[in-house]
T-cell receptor, first 114, second 114 residues
Framework: EPEVTQTPSHQVTQMGQEVILRCVPISNHLYFYWYRQILGQKVEFLVSFYNNEISEKSEIFDDQFSVERPDGSNFTLKIRSTKLEDSAMYFC????????????FGQGTRLTVV | AQSVTQLDSQVPVFEEAPVELRCNYSSSVSVYLFWYVQYPNQGLQLLLKYLSGSTLVKGINGFEAEFNKSQTSFHLRKPSVHISDTAEYFCAVSDRAGGFKTIFGAGTRLFVKA
């Protein structure tokens, strides 16, 4: 069964450093998303991406965040200058937008900022 | 705008007893509804989904949920729980107007006692 793949599974970084979280969505999917889950809290929408541009972003997705689809397969989330409060689990998801509009989620990247 | 309310933050229940986790949603258009389970330090696993058709949907691990449009509810049920069902459960909604982004509830912690 096709799946969304995220790497790394866990990343530790120093405050102020840049991090790039990587996702490989399912190959025929057209919509891509990033979500964040701070420990013990709910999953929050960050950004959606369609046709090589951001289609929607939440208030969490400020100027330190950016997304990119650098090639035909990868979808990345960059955090330019990490803060302690960026520590969270980050989930990538993709949707085919056919009759089945279910989002397929990756297993997440746990980001720890120290 | 979409929103999801999970009415119970924690539900303790004895093993082999039935359980219902409550979920209400708000959305202005036709919705797609989901329940996810999250075990400690793990990702999101889809339990079941309502996209269209029958309002009673069956999922994995013996769970089922009923879509009630008039009450805007999508409660999750299991007739007999096991210790291994102890986890966090998230109700979620998406719709076309929202670009199919997934909006999650705050979660319900199911704690199954021996």
């Amino acid at each position: 069964e096709p799946e969304v793949t995220q790497t790394p599974s866990h990343q530790v970084t120093q405050m102020g450093q840049e991090v790039i979280l990587r996702c490989v969505p399912i190959s025929n999917h057209l919509y891509f998303y990033w979500y964040r889950q701070i420990l013990g809290q709910k999953v929050e929408f960050l950004v959606s991406f369609y046709n090589n541009e951001i289609s929607e972003k939440s208030e969490i997705f400020d100027d330190q965040f950016s997304v990119e689809r650098p090639d035909g397969s990868n979808f990345t989330l960059k955090i330019r200058s990490t803060k302690l409060e960026d520590s969270a689990m980050y989930f990538c998801a993709s949707i085919a937008l056919t009759a089945n509009t279910e989002a397929f989620f990756g297993q997440g990247t746990r980001l720890t900022v120290v | 705008a979409q929103s999801v309310t999970q009415l119970d933050s924690q539900v303790p229940v004895f093993e082999e007893a039935p359980v219902e986790l409550r979920c209400n949603y708000s959305s202005s258009v036709s919705v797609y509804l989901f329940w996810y389970v999250q075990y400690p330090n793990q990702g999101l696993q889809l339990l079941l989904k309502y996209l269209s058709g029958s309002t009673l949907v069956k999922g994995i691990n013996g769970f089922e949920a009923e879509f009630n449009k008039s009450q805007t509810s999508f409660h999750l049920r299991k007739p007999s729980v096991h210790i291994s069902d102890t986890a966090e459960y998230f109700c979620a909604v998406s719709d076309r107007a929202g670009g199919f982004k997934t909006i999650f509830g705050a979660g319900t912690r199911l704690f199954v006692k021996a």
